[in-house]
C-alpha cells in the first residue's frame, strides 16, 4: 500500500481536487485559444487533479463522472469556458490556480488525508516548523508517518494530534533520535501499547537526549525518589510527562517537599508509582496550601496528613477554595459531621475530598436518607466510606433488588453490610437470602 493512499479523501477534499482539475482544464483551454489553436481536449492535466484521477479516489462516484464529462470530447466539454473570454478573465483564472496550487500542493494534500488535518491546521504546522516544507515528501515525510501508522498503530486522528504537538518528529535528524529512544523504552519494559501512549501524550520525550536526559531522569527516579523498578514502566507509560520534567527545577523540589512532610523512601515510592502525577503539581501554588489547609484548619496532625496522603496523593493537587471547602461546608452542613470530628472522618476515608458535591455526595445522602430513611449525624461518622459508593452503579441497584424479595434496609450498618460485599458475595447472599442483621418485610 502506498503511504499517500492511507486514508479516503473527505468530500471537502474531493471537491478541492475537482476545482483544481477544473481549472487547469480551463488554463489549458483558454491558453491554447489565446494562441490561435484548438484545445486537446483528449490531454488530461497531470499534477495533483490527474494523479487523483488516476488514482480513482474521489469518493462521490456523481462528481467524479461530472468532472470526466467535463474533460471529454464533446458538448460537455465545450461549455467548460468560453471562446470569447477576455484577457482579464484569463488573468484571473489563472491567478487563481497559481494560488490554489501554493495552497494545496502535494506536501499540504497529504498531510490533510493522511493526518485528518484542515488547511488550517497543516499551515499552523508549517509556521512553527517552516522547515519542514523543504522536506522531502517522498523520503521524509511518508516513510515517516507511514511507519507511526503501521508499527505504532496511530491513527489519522492521532498522527495529526502528533505533528500539531511535535511537527520535527518529521525532520531526519529528529527520526534517527527518535529510533534511539525507541530503543532505549523498550529497555525500560515498555511494550508497544506503551508507546503508542507515549507517542500520543508526549511525544516531545522522542528528541530527548539519552545520557543528557533520559538517562539522568531514570536515575533519580530510580536513586532518589526510590521507585521500585519493575513498577517504573508503568509509572511512565501511565504518567509520559514525568520523564520530560527538569530534575532541578520540578523533580527535586517536590521530592523534598515529600520528605519534609516526614514521608519516608518507601512511601514516596510507593506515591510516586502509584500516582506519579504528584510530581505536574507546584510546590508553592498547590500542594503547601493543601497540607496547610489540613493542618491549620481541619486539626490533622503531621503523622495523619502522611497518612492521607498516602491513601489519596491526589489531594496534594486540589484546591482548597474550590475543592476541599466546598465538600467540607457540605459533609458539616448538610451530612452533620460536627466541625470538630471533620478531621477524623477525612482520615478514615481521605477519598471522601475528591468528589463532586452537586454529582455524588449530595445525591448519595438524599437518596439514603428519602430511601432508606436515615439522617442521624453519628451514622456518618460511623460508616464515612458509605459517601463513596456510586449511587447508580452500586447503592441503588442493591437497594432496589432486596427490596424486590422482601428486605428492608433499617440502620446505616444494614446498608454499609450490603455496599461493602463484592458483587459476587452479594449475589449468593440474595441466592441464599443469608443477608446477616438485614430486616425482612
Given at each position: 500500500m502506498?503511504?499517500?493512499?492511507?486514508?479516503?479523501?473527505?468530500?471537502?477534499?474531493s471537491?478541492?481536487?475537482?476545482?483544481?482539475?477544473?481549472?487547469?482544464?480551463a488554463?489549458?483551454?483558454?491558453?491554447?485559444?489565446?494562441?490561435?489553436?484548438?484545445?486537446?481536449?483528449?490531454?488530461?492535466?497531470?499534477?495533483?487533479?490527474?494523479?487523483?484521477?488516476?488514482?480513482g479516489?474521489?469518493n462521490s462516484?456523481?462528481?467524479?463522472?461530472?468532472?470526466?464529462?467535463?474533460?471529454?470530447?464533446g458538448?460537455?466539454?465545450?461549455?467548460?469556458?468560453?471562446?470569447?473570454?477576455?484577457?482579464?478573465?484569463?488573468?484571473?483564472?489563472?491567478?487563481?490556480?497559481?494560488?490554489?496550487?501554493?495552497?494545496?500542493?502535494?506536501?499540504?494534500?497529504?498531510?490533510?488525508?493522511?493526518?485528518?488535518?484542515?488547511?488550517?491546521?497543516?499551515?499552523?504546522?508549517?509556521?512553527?516548523?517552516?522547515?519542514l516544507?523543504?522536506?522531502?515528501?517522498?523520503?521524509?515525510?511518508?516513510?515517516?508517518?507511514?511507519?507511526?501508522?503501521?508499527?505504532?498503530?496511530?491513527?489519522?486522528?492521532?498522527l495529526?494530534?502528533?505533528?500539531?504537538?511535535?511537527?520535527?518528529?518529521?525532520?531526519?535528524?529528529?527520526?534517527?533520535?527518535?529510533?534511539?529512544?525507541?530503543t532505549?523504552l523498550?529497555?525500560?519494559?515498555?511494550n508497544?501499547?506503551?508507546?503508542?501512549?507515549?507517542?500520543?501524550?508526549?511525544?516531545?520525550?522522542?528528541?530527548?537526549?539519552?545520557?543528557?536526559?533520559?538517562?539522568?531522569t531514570?536515575?533519580?527516579?530510580?536513586?532518589d525518589?526510590?521507585?521500585?523498578?519493575?513498577?517504573?514502566?508503568?509509572?511512565?507509560i501511565k504518567?509520559?510527562?514525568?520523564?520530560t520534567?527538569s530534575?532541578?527545577r520540578?523533580?527535586?523540589?517536590?521530592?523534598?517537599?515529600?520528605?519534609?512532610?516526614?514521608?519516608?523512601?518507601?512511601?514516596?515510592?510507593?506515591?510516586?508509582?502509584?500516582?506519579?502525577?504528584?510530581?505536574l503539581?507546584?510546590?508553592?501554588?498547590?500542594?503547601?496550601?493543601?497540607?496547610r489547609y489540613l493542618?491549620?484548619?481541619?486539626?490533622?496532625?503531621?503523622?495523619?496528613?502522611?497518612?492521607?496522603?498516602?491513601n489519596?496523593?491526589?489531594?496534594?493537587?486540589?484546591s482548597?477554595?474550590?475543592?476541599?471547602?466546598?465538600?467540607?461546608?457540605?459533609?458539616?452542613?448538610e451530612?452533620?459531621?460536627?466541625?470538630?470530628?471533620?478531621?477524623?472522618?477525612?482520615?478514615?476515608?481521605?477519598?471522601?475530598?475528591?468528589?463532586?458535591?452537586?454529582?455524588?455526595?449530595?445525591?448519595?445522602?438524599?437518596?439514603?436518607?428519602?430511601?432508606?430513611?436515615?439522617?442521624?449525624?453519628q451514622d456518618?461518622?460511623?460508616?464515612?466510606?458509605m459517601?463513596?459508593?456510586?449511587?447508580?452503579?452500586r447503592?441503588k441497584?442493591?437497594?432496589?433488588?432486596?427490596?424486590?424479595?422482601?428486605?428492608?434496609?433499617?440502620?446505616?450498618?444494614?446498608?454499609?453490610?450490603?455496599?461493602?460485599q463484592?458483587?459476587?458475595?452479594?449475589?449468593?447472599?440474595?441466592?441464599?437470602?443469608?443477608?446477616?442483621?438485614?430486616?425482612?418485610?
Amino acid at each position: 500500500m502506498r503511504p499517500s493512499s492511507l486514508l479516503p479523501l473527505t468530500s471537502r477534499q474531493s471537491y478541492i481536487f475537482i476545482l483544481l482539475v477544473t481549472l487547469r482544464v480551463a488554463e489549458s483551454c483558454l491558453s491554447a485559444l489565446r494562441e490561435g489553436c484548438m484545445p486537446d481536449f483528449h490531454a488530461v492535466p497531470m499534477g495533483m487533479g490527474g494523479e487523483l484521477l488516476e488514482m480513482g479516489r474521489l469518493n462521490s462516484e456523481e462528481t467524479s463522472s461530472d468532472v470526466l464529462a467535463q474533460n471529454s470530447p464533446g458538448k460537455g466539454r465545450q461549455r467548460l469556458v468560453d471562446p470569447d473570454m477576455g484577457s482579464t478573465d484569463f488573468m484571473f483564472l489563472q491567478a487563481r490556480v497559481r494560488k490554489l496550487e501554493r495552497e494545496f500542493d502535494d506536501k499540504t494534500l497529504f498531510l490533510m488525508r493522511s493526518c485528518n488535518l484542515t488547511l488550517d491546521e497543516v499551515n499552523v504546522i508549517y509556521r512553527s516548523s517552516p522547515k519542514l516544507k523543504m522536506l522531502s515528501l517522498k523520503h521524509h515525510i511518508e516513510p515517516i508517518l507511514s511507519r507511526l501508522s503501521t508499527e505504532f498503530r496511530l491513527s489519522a486522528a492521532s498522527l495529526g494530534k502528533l505533528l500539531t504537538k511535535f511537527p520535527t518528529i518529521l525532520y531526519p535528524a529528529c527520526s534517527r533520535q527518535f529510533d534511539d529512544v525507541v530503543t532505549f523504552l523498550q529497555v525500560m519494559g515498555i511494550n508497544s501499547s506503551g508507546m503508542h501512549r507515549i507517542l500520543t501524550c508526549r511525544p516531545q520525550i522522542f528528541s530527548l537526549k539519552i545520557e543528557r536526559n533520559l538517562n539522568y531522569t531514570i536515575n533519580f527516579l530510580l536513586r532518589d525518589v526510590n521507585v521500585p523498578r519493575h513498577k517504573l514502566s508503568t509509572m511512565l507509560i501511565k504518567c509520559p510527562h514525568i520523564i520530560t520534567l527538569s530534575v532541578e527545577r520540578k523533580l527535586r523540589p517536590a521530592l523534598l517537599f515529600l520528605q519534609g512532610l516526614g514521608l519516608d523512601a518507601t512511601q514516596i515510592g510507593n506515591i510516586s508509582a502509584i500516582y506519579p502525577y504528584v510530581f505536574l503539581f507546584d510546590v508553592e501554588n498547590k500542594m503547601r496550601p493543601t497540607v496547610r489547609y489540613l493542618h491549620d484548619e481541619l486539626n490533622i496532625s503531621s503523622d495523619n496528613i502522611c497518612r492521607v496522603i498516602c491513601n489519596k496523593p491526589q489531594l496534594l493537587g486540589y484546591s482548597v477554595g474550590k475543592k476541599l471547602r466546598p465538600t467540607v461546608k457540605f459533609l458539616v452542613e448538610e451530612a452533620g459531621v460536627p466541625r470538630h470530628r471533620i478531621g477524623d472522618f477525612v482520615i478514615r476515608c481521605p477519598a471522601m475530598l475528591g468528589y463532586s458535591v452537586d454529582k455524588n455526595l449530595r445525591p448519595t445522602l438524599n437518596y439514603i436518607k428519602t430511601t432508606c430513611n436515615i439522617s442521624e449525624p453519628q451514622d456518618w461518622m460511623r460508616y464515612p466510606r458509605m459517601l463513596s459508593y456510586s449511587l447508580e452503579r452500586r447503592i441503588k441497584p442493591r437497594v432496589e433488588s432486596l427490596t424486590a424479595i422482601g428486605h428492608k434496609l433499617m440502620t446505616m450498618g444494614d446498608v454499609f453490610h450490603v455496599m461493602k460485599q463484592p458483587e459476587e458475595k452479594f449475589r449468593r447472599m440474595g441466592r441464599t437470602g443469608h443477608l446477616g442483621t438485614i430486616h425482612v418485610l
